[in-house]
């Protein structure tokens, strides 16, 4: 079965990659070739995300500190920026690391289902509506990662697969991430919580959360790429500069003290979630002043 999901991946790898080229040639315009701010960008957080930490929320934070995307479009540039490396990803974790099969295909079944419903939604939000939905998503995970540096999430336990109740409850759960991810809340930290809720062996969280992302990102991106709602210049930097990221940690790091990383991550996604949440406020009070004055 293995061999399928394999197949299927690599099926899914190839119709993203030939509808972002054609949409790439039909939009492409002067000076959407990425700099290198865009593919540090990429290389960093997917260094980091292959390790367990997460993508999502560090690169929204770059993207605030260095005003590169606008706010409504960063949603769809951290989908379509990083499904190639997150493709890369689950390939090897799914090679490498021993989960039951079946619980895998049917939690990443269950988060494809959620990112298309979701997409179809977020793709097409009013500007300040993103700002507040990513503002108060980065403030969840800052909760998930406090969790995790405080060491306070659940141990898991050794389980390599779940039946019955706990599999129906996990892909439920799974749906409902899959379609936060659309928004920008990354996948990693509540999957890890709820495989280890479940009393699974937390490394097996890694094939299904970066498994989950490979099949749920294209099929929520093609619908950011459909709509245009993206940033082509930086989501090409995400990619070029994370597939690197992610050989490089998942070949000759492998493994490294976290701890330090995950409490610059915790202060920088809090600053982010408030200077989302401050721009949303700054132009609900401008729309207010534009109309009193009409």
């Not at 062996?201 to 498994?211: E, H, L, S, V």
């Amino acid at each position: 079965m293995k061999t399928a999901l394999f197949v299927t991946l690599g099926i899914f790898a190839t119709a993203y990659v030939a509808v972002w080229t054609v949409s790439i040639f039909r939009v492409w315009r002067s000076g959407a070739a990425p700099d290198l701010r865009d593919g540090f960008i990429g290389f960093i957080t997917n260094f980091f995300d292959t390790l367990g930490i997460g993508s999502y929320a560090p690169t929204t934070s770059f993207f605030k500190l260095w005003g590169l995307v606008r706010d409504e479009h960063i949603p769809g540039t951290l989908n379509v920026g990083h499904t190639i490396p997150t493709l890369v990803e689950a390939f090897i974790y799914i090679a490498v690391v021993d989960v039951d099969v079946k619980t895998l295909a049917l939690m990443i079944g269950g988060s494809v289902a959620g990112a298309w419903f979701g997409a179809g939604i977020v793709s097409r939000w009013p500007r300040r509506w993103i700002q507040i939905g990513m503002g108060l998503a980065l403030l969840a995970m800052s909760g998930i990662f406090l969790l995790q540096a405080l060491e306070l999430m659940p141990g898991g336990g050794d389980h390599l697969g779940l039946t019955g109740a706990k599999l129906g409850l996990a892909i439920a759960a799974n749906t409902m991430l899959g379609s936060l991810m659309t928004l920008g809340i990354g996948l990693y930290g509540p999957c890890m919580i709820l495989i280890s809720l479940l009393g699974m062996n937390p490394k097996a969280a890694f094939p299904i959360m970066m498994g989950s992302c490979a099949f749920l990102m294209p099929v929520g991106s093609a619908r950011f790429i459909r709509e245009q709602r993206y940033n082509l210049k930086s989501a090409l930097g995400l990619t070029l500069g994370g597939i690197p990221g992610v050989l490089i940690a998942a070949y000759l790091v492998r493994e490294m003290p976290l701890g330090a990383v995950r409490w610059l991550v915790i202060v920088v996604v809090i600053y982010t979630a408030a200077m989302m949440l401050r721009s949303a406020a700054v132009e609900r009070r401008a729309a207010a002043a534009a109309a009193a004055s009409a």
